[in-house]
């Protein structure tokens, strides 16, 4: 069976997509799932967080624009857990792919030999808070989206958007079997009623894709990107790693078991 492919992503920013997709990765690959994050956001904090420095030339920027093959881009990043990185110029790519056929579908192609790679069993990709090429080019490379939401009302504004974003890809065939694969509530604060009453509205909307996980509002899971370490590394018996574990769990159980 091929990598499962999860987009992570949220068009607004400081909604924990990046820490979610680098402490998941590292959750799975501690559960003995062989993973790979891909950094498509030009800010680069997936590939800071893992601790690595933005490389020009290192990253998913020319493969990108070619369709060319990632594996010559991977690199080590933990122990069952591997990286594509960022680099600056791909704040450039949006440009430059806009001109290009089949622009929509070039991370898809250079994915490839990694999705069929059978030492893979998942790829999460780490999208930029916009809806814009970068974004889009990994929907379409992605067979589920996984939104991570703020415990905030505002946050609630853009996820009608994002699902819909969805339903067009389906629908006019560009990736028809794209699935949105949860919502993820972050940054929940059980002393504050509102954390509460924002979980329970995304429920009463999207009963079915809300994972029973939320992820704590914790100053570790803050920290710990500027020293380079995953929340496991930093603070492996605190509220943010159990939470994490537990997340890892129901994605092995609700999109990779299924898939395998």
Known sequence: MSA??????????????????????????????????????PQGN??????????????VYEPLLSGEDLSKRVIGARSNLW?????????????????????????????????????????????PPTLGLLSMNSLCAADY?????????????????IVGVVDQLKSSGINPDLAIGGIVMTMYDNRTRLSYEVWQEVTQHYEEQVFRTVIPRTIRLSECPSFGQTI?????????????????????????????
């Open 46 to 59: 997936a590939t800071s967080s893992l601790g690595f420095d933005k490389k020009p030339g290192a990253g």
């Open 145 to 161: 989206l996984v939104v991570t939401l703020q415990s905030e009302y505002l946050a609630l504004e853009g996820l009608g958007q």
């Open 83 to 127: 990286l594509i990185p960022s680099e600056l110029d791909l704040a450039a790519a949006e440009l430059e792919l806009s001109g290009q056929e089949n622009y929509l579908v070039k991370l898809k192609q250079s994915l490839l030999s990694l999705k069929e790679n059978k030492e893979l069993q998942v790829i999460l990709i780490d999208c």
């Open 4 to 41: 499962t492919t999860i987009a992570i992503a949220n068009q607004k920013g400081g909604v924990g997509k990046t820490t979610t997709t680098v402490n998941l990765g590292d959750a799975l690959a501690r559960m003995g799932v062989p993973t790979l994050v891909v950094d498509m956001d």
């Open 232 to 260: 496991f590394e930093y603070d492996f018996n605190g509220p943010g790693s159990i939470a994490y574990s537990s997340f890892a769990r129901e994605i092995k159980s609700k999109l990779l078991d299924r898939d395998q």
